[in-house]
């Protein structure tokens, strides 16, 4: 299958008082067409950065993004950006978000295209509802499906879900799972959850410290859906664990001994 997204050897950096802070340092990767890829870093290292310029927002000091073999030079029309800041009109019902960005068709196709989504999310009954009126993940589905709506190729995923209990969380990436399954996206969510990144991602890459490069590539293979217990899932969480630089065993035993000064 060919390549969807192609990042050719970028480097990123902003220069403050005189000095480069370099952001990232040669970096390439290859996504497949319908391919979901999860990139995981330590905090700091870069992440939210190479999102933007993937998806066109910022432009690389050298190298390239390329889609379908075309250079990027800014935001296109072939991919949506889901944030974990929101992008919801308050002043605007479910139904006028999500019609707000259909630019063919008459009135009644948008209305009836923006309640197929509405549904889709499970926000049937809630089309005329103000943002407002609804829950923290009632306004996450909103977002969704306002990207979906479009028919986008690409998805772009900034820790979209960070802002959501732990509950939550899971019943939004369940949707999500159900709606890729529908609709086939290429997508490429940015996150810190080692276990979001598990339960969702066809492929997992861990980016190194700042400047941040690609230190250790993960394929997942368990069909969905994933049970997080799984032997092998629960063996490659902690191996990408360790690539961030978290040592279980060694974490355990200085918690043990914490707990036996604090008894001592």
């Given at each position: 299958m060919d390549a969807k997204i192609v990042i050719d050897d970028i480097r990123k950096g902003?220069?403050?008082?005189?000095?480069?802070?370099?952001?990232?340092?040669?970096?390439?990767?290859?996504?497949?067409?319908?391919?979901?890829?999860?990139?995981?870093?330590?905090?700091?290292?870069?992440?939210?950065?190479?999102?933007k310029v993937i998806s066109g927002f910022a432009l690389p000091d050298s190298g390239a993004v390329r889609i379908d073999g075309v250079e990027v030079r800014g935001p296109g029309p072939q991919g949506i950006v889901i944030s974990q800041h929101g992008s919801v009109f308050p002043w605007l019902t479910v139904r006028e978000n999500l019609m707000f960005g259909l630019n063919r068709g008459t009135p009644a196709d948008k209305r009836a295209l923006a309640d197929h989504y509405a549904e889709m999310v499970g926000l049937k009954g809630f089309e005329n509802a103000y943002p407002r009126e609804l829950s923290g993940g009632m306004l996450k589905r909103v977002e969704i499906a306002r990207a979906l709506v479009v028919k986008p190729?690409?998805?772009?995923?900034?820790?979209?879900?960070?802002?959501?209990?732990?509950?939550?969380?899971?019943?939004?990436?369940?949707?999500?799972?159900?709606?890729?399954?529908?609709?086939?996206?290429?997508?490429?969510?940015?996150t810190h959850d080692v276990e979001e990144a598990l339960y969702l991602a066809d492929r997992i890459v861990v980016l190194s410290q700042r400047p941040t490069t690609i230190q250790r590539t993960f394929q997942v293979t368990q069909a969905h859906p994933r049970r997080l217990s799984n032997a092998q899932l629960q063996q490659m969480?902690?191996?990408?664990?360790?690539?961030?630089?978290?040592?279980?065993?060694?974490?355990?035993?200085?918690?043990?001994?914490?707990?036996?000064?604090?008894?001592?």
């Open positions: 902003f220069t403050r008082k005189g000095e480069t802070l370099q952001v990232i340092d040669g970096l390439s990767l290859q996504v497949k067409d319908g391919e979901f890829v999860a990139i995981v870093g330590p905090s700091g290292c870069g992440k939210s950065t190479l999102m190729q690409i998805l772009y995923m900034d820790e979209p879900f960070s802002a959501l209990d732990a509950l939550m969380n899971l019943r939004i990436r369940n949707e999500l799972l159900r709606i890729l399954q529908e609709e086939r996206h290429t997508v490429i969510l940015i969480k902690d191996e990408i664990l360790s690539e961030l630089g978290l040592d279980l065993d060694l974490d355990l035993d200085a918690s043990a001994d914490v707990v036996e000064q604090r008894q001592a």
